[in-house]
């Protein structure tokens, strides 16, 4: 499966996944824009850990891309609180739920579709912010993710991400659900490479995107090679109605701040 048949399945499943009612999907309220608007709001990178406030560049005014981030989620309420937001997906339903926000709470955005790894419709230092929440697992290579980034960030802008510890794809636990922590697969962990399993093709059937598990050195590493100053992490985990074997034990979810110099 090459990457331009991964990024079609992947934009097919997030429009399913919006049908199903993902919690990653569903748009925010009306109130909740409204306490934006006063300055009052949280938004996450991982599933549950709030942003830190001083994570933040002020956001009246700024050049805001929300990279990966539709759902009618955290993109409305950075536009609610102020800032020029672009939102950025692969997905058109996803999208379309940021674009229901937008017209119901009078919110001036901007949607784009396309690949998180290709930003080329973007001119060079475009953008103050970039809000990347947990999405890059749904990419087979992750590094141009932050060369583009850095690309189209300006001097002294801001990079927030979150990313999943790759430890969770060494377990067959991660897709098959079943309890068990036994160490199954290598890293980095592609599911495409284990396309005649029974457990990926009934991922696929479900129309659940592919994932990769990349590792940390891609993840932060590269952060840093592609010319990032990293001022900021913490770890995160799934929320307790949601957890998983895996989470009795270490946190797998992981947000970074990072600046332009």
Not at 15 to 24: G, K, P
Not at 35 to 63: C, M, N, Y
Not at 221 to 249: C, N, V, W
């Amino acid at each position: 499966m090459e990457n331009q048949d991964v990024l079609e399945h992947n934009r097919k499943a997030w429009d399913r996944q919006v049908e199903s009612a993902n919690r990653w999907t569903t748009p925010v309220s009306k109130e909740t824009i409204e306490l934006a608007r006063a300055g009052q709001f949280e938004i996450v990178l991982t599933p549950t850990r709030p942003v830190p406030a001083d994570w933040f560049p002020s956001l009246p005014g700024t050049q805001t891309l929300c990279l990966a981030s539709a759902g009618g989620q955290q993109a409305p309420i950075l536009a609610a609180a102020g800032a020029k937001v672009t939102v950025f997906d692969n997905s058109p339903r996803q999208l379309e739920q940021d674009r229901h926000v937008a017209e119901r709470d009078g919110l001036d955005m901007r949607f784009v579709q396309g690949d998180m790894a290709n930003l080329e419709m973007f001119a060079d230092e475009s953008f103050d912010f970039i809000f990347h929440p947990c999405s890059n697992m749904f990419v087979p290579d992750v590094v141009p993710v932050w060369r583009e980034c850095f690309r189209v960030l300006r001097s002294g802008g801001v990079l927030m991400a979150g990313f999943i510890n790759p430890l969770r794809y060494l377990f067959e636990d991660e897709r098959k659900e079943n309890g068990s922590l036994r160490v199954t697969y290598r890293l980095p962990y592609s599911d495409r490479e284990h396309l005649d399993e029974p457990h990926i093709q009934a991922a696929i059937a479900a129309a659940e995107p592919l994932e990769f598990g990349h590792t940390l050195e891609d993840q932060i590493g590269e952060q840093l090679r592609a010319g990032f100053h990293l001022t900021g992490m913490f770890e995160d985990k799934y929320a307790e109605e949601d957890a998983d074997p895996i989470s009795e034990y270490i946190d797998t979810f992981i947000a970074t701040r990072a600046i332009k110099p």
